[in-house]
T-cell receptor, first 112, second 114 residues
Framework: LAKTTQPISMDSYEGQEVNITCSHN???????ITWYQQFPSQGPRFIIQ???TKVTNEVASLFIPADRKSSTLSLPRVSLSDTAVYYC?????????????FGQGTELSVKP | AAGVIQSPRHLIKEKRETATLKCYPI?????VYWYQQGPGQDPQFLIS???????DKGSIPDRFSAQQFSDYHSELNMSSLELGDSALYFC?????????????FGPGTRLTVL
């Protein structure tokens, strides 16, 4: 299984861009990188997924270098409501299906 | 848009009792996952089903069992409850069971064992 490493916590201010980097040195060829957001006592919410290069949607961008050993979630112009825990997950594909293995996420605190 | 439905949302049980948690996936989703999240911990995978068959098993105690029914809803049965079973239990559903298939989580069931 590919292990992920993220910062435990990050602080930011409203309106700033936040970049959270995740390391996954043992990522397998077929693995995808997925980011989830979780508010207290709520189910995780899908943010973005990618395989290589750059992916962008209406809420975030995901940058993945060519070696795929890391990825960076970019949240543009954060607001107070972006305060949450962000999880980087590397999919466990193949015979073991699509279960998500949650490591320690990054607790983002956005201040006014 | 329809989301994953879990019931009940809150459940209080005594030690050694049994509990049944239900999950109704998003329509046309064929895969259900169960996760457990203890206080201050990260979600942990318990078990999953694809097309009504168990597809994977994680750190699920032998006291727990689950199944997926013909209408794709799933139930997690928990017996001989222990204090340590107190947690949030999330169900997630997806269309397909691979890494690329986005999982959508329900609001969770908060189980408290006294």
């Amino acid at each position: 299984l590919a292990k992920t490493t993220q910062p435990i916590s990050m602080d930011s201010y409203e309106g700033q861009e936040v970049n959270i980097t995740c390391s996954h040195n043992n990522i397998a060829t077929n693995d995808y990188i997925t980011w989830y957001q979780q508010f207290p006592s709520q189910g995780p919410r899908f943010i973005i997924q990618g395989y290589k290069t750059k992916v962008t949607n209406e809420v975030a961008s995901l940058f993945i270098p060519a070696d795929r050993k890391s990825s960076t979630l970019s949240l543009p112009r954060v607001s107070l409501s972006d305060t949450a825990v962000y999880y980087c997950l590397v999919g466990d594909k193949g015979n073991q299906g699509g279960k998500l293995i949650f490591g320690q996420g990054t607790e983002l605190s956005v201040k006014p | 848009a329809a989301g994953v439905i879990q019931s009940p949302r809150h459940l209080i049980k005594e030690k050694r009792e049994t509990a049944t948690l239900k999950c109704y996936p998003i329509p046309r989703h064929d895969t259900v996952y169960w996760y457990q999240q203890g206080p201050g911990q990260d979600p942990q995978f318990l078990i999953s089903f694809y097309e009504k068959m168990q597809s994977d098993k994680g750190s699920i105690p032998d006291r727990f069992s689950a199944q997926q029914f013909s209408d794709y809803h799933s139930e997690l049965n928990m017996s001989s409850l222990e204090l340590g079973d107190s947690a949030l239990y999330f169900c997630a559903s997806s269309r397909g069971d691979t890494t690329r298939d986005t999982q959508y989580f329900g609001p969770g069931t908060r189980l408290t064992v006294l």
